[in-house]
């Protein structure tokens, strides 16, 4: 299943740092989403941004991550010839990240 049929993100940007929040729609579904949305898959999945550190925040009683993601505005709103200078599409290319629940 795709993620964004378990969760929903939002964005955010402070210069060249772009955050992402993905918090489960349902309870259940966090366990899923806290095992299979590491830092490391996160970097390899929005790569052709080539962010240069990925850190993860997880927020349990929100049933959320919050992902802080360096280098992935090419220099920031104001310096960057990017279609997409907020970062704002990177919650959408997130919840297409495929996740597989335990059988």
Sequence with gaps: MKLHDIAHARTGDKGDISN???I???PA???LIRDHVTP???AAYIGSIAPENVTRYELPQLHALNF??????T?????SL???AHGKCLASVLLEMEVTPKK
């Design 20 to 22: 992402i929040s993905l």
């Design 24 to 26: 489960a729609y349902d």
């Design 29 to 31: 579904h966090w366990p």
């Design 40 to 42: 490391r898959r996160v």
């Design 68 to 73: 802080v993601i360096q280098g992935a505005l």
């Design 75 to 79: 220099g920031g709103v104001t310096r």
């Design 82 to 84: 990017a279609l997409d």
